[in-house]
């Protein structure tokens, strides 16, 4: 008998943790288990301290959360006629009734008696999460008489910023928030279309956490009112949360013409409430950015270059990228459909069955009436006196090669022009990294992403810390909010 075709595990607790398939999916371990069992029970308030106690983002998470517990979801997995259990909504159950969204119902006749505003039972006194980062640790850490408390600076105010704070303010450090936009929640106010979230349930949430003593400084912009060394030099650790909010261009023949937009500087106008004027036809061009460079350069050269497909072979990063770029361009076609543009065409390099969004997404945007065309990739922007006429495409015969390497492949000769006025990029975006002029003792990563200690959060340079999208690239709200809570425990470790 060979160990190796009879594996023999012995299990310890992190084995039966990983069985819990759901709750070992979750970045900030969720016992999504628990809190759907409350629910079913009728225990609402319980379910709300189990979905809360790890996740101080659990109102905007309960709406817009990328859910990988719910694919992980063992019900799911059963057969074609399962479907995972619903638990994101479910934790909007729970919220809505507990949450610190529940007190925008008062004064009114809904009864909400003993959750504090910030949004936590006081009488639990219970531990509902297996991560260090439980709202009831960390309120026993704080208690301690010989715990040390500083002040940190927090630079921007998306959820990595809020996770953090959140938990460096329960364990009794001061805390100071710099955004440079006139509001918080980052890429779920800017890029998130409204539609899709509740903002004064949101502003609920971030109540609830400036409520501990966080203060936040609004339209302030390190590197530019502040800098960052000042903010160094006042307080004795920094967090960067920055995210990414420069769009990528696209660098192909007349993307500098006018009519050429990045997705996320449309979607921010447009939730900051500016004018926005795309014309009556747009088309919508998605795809991560390493997958954009290998299509472009396979367009001119017949194939991918080495770099590139071996940046495109971390399946995984890439699949993330391409997720986030098709549900960015999802949230720029379905708003410029709201700003009453008539024709709405979002194009892909993948075919249908490659799109990595789920089919409901697809159908949903196709329903409200937004062209979607697979296999096609762009080969420049026409434009004339200055503006946007057309976008010439052209086919894609397959994406992946023969061993399932992304690589992509046209059809010659099928060149045709999609007329329009504006095209939107949805093709990744990038940190805009400003703030750190003069702090050459943080180091920048190859892919222009603040360089961290994955387990600590903590950058090249002792004092600051980083977490979120400028660490990690795109990802989803769920993993910001770890992110924040790591480099919170981090300082509370004394690493
Ligand atoms: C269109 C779109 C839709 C998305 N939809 C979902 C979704 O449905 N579900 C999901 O889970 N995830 C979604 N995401 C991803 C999610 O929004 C991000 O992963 C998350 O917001 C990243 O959080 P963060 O804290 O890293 O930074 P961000 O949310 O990007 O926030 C960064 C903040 O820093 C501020 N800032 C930047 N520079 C400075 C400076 N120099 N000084 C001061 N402040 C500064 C910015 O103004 C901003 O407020 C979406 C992303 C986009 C773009």
Redesign the pocket.
Known sequence: MSLERYPVIVPDQDYYRQMVKCQAACPVLTDARGYVTAVAQGNIELGYQIARDPNPLSTI?GR????PCEVACRRGSIGPDHEPVAIRPLKRVVTEQYGPEAFLRLPGTIEVPVIQSNGVQPVSGQDFSTGPWSRHTLEVLAAQPSRKRGSVAV?????????TAHDLSVLGHRVEI????P???????????IY??DWEAMDSEVQAIVDLGVKIHYD??????ITLKELRSDFDAVFL?????QGRKLNVEGSDLDGVVP??DM?LNYNLGYQVQLGKRVVVVGGGDVAMDAARTALRLGMATEEQTEALEDKDARLDEEA?TV??AL??ARTALRLGVGNVRVIALESWDELPASRFELEEAEEEGIHITPRLGPVRVLGENGRVTGLEVIDVAAVFDDVGRFNPRFVPGTNQVLECDSVIL?IG?TA?L??LKGAEDVEISPRGLVAINQETGQTSAQDVFA??????G???????VR??HIAAWAGTTGT
């Open positions: 998470c817009i959360c990328g859910a630079i921007g105010a998306g959820p990595s910023s809020l996770a710099f955004e440079a936009g509001k918080s929640g980052g890429m779920i106010r800017y890029g998130v279309p899709r979230m302030t912009r390190i590197g530019e009112t949360g920055i995210g990414l909010m997705a996320v979607l986030d549900r960015t949230d720029v949805a975006q805009d400003a703030p977490g979120g999208d400028v660490a990690y795109p990802r989803m709200i769920i993993h910001a992110d924040g």
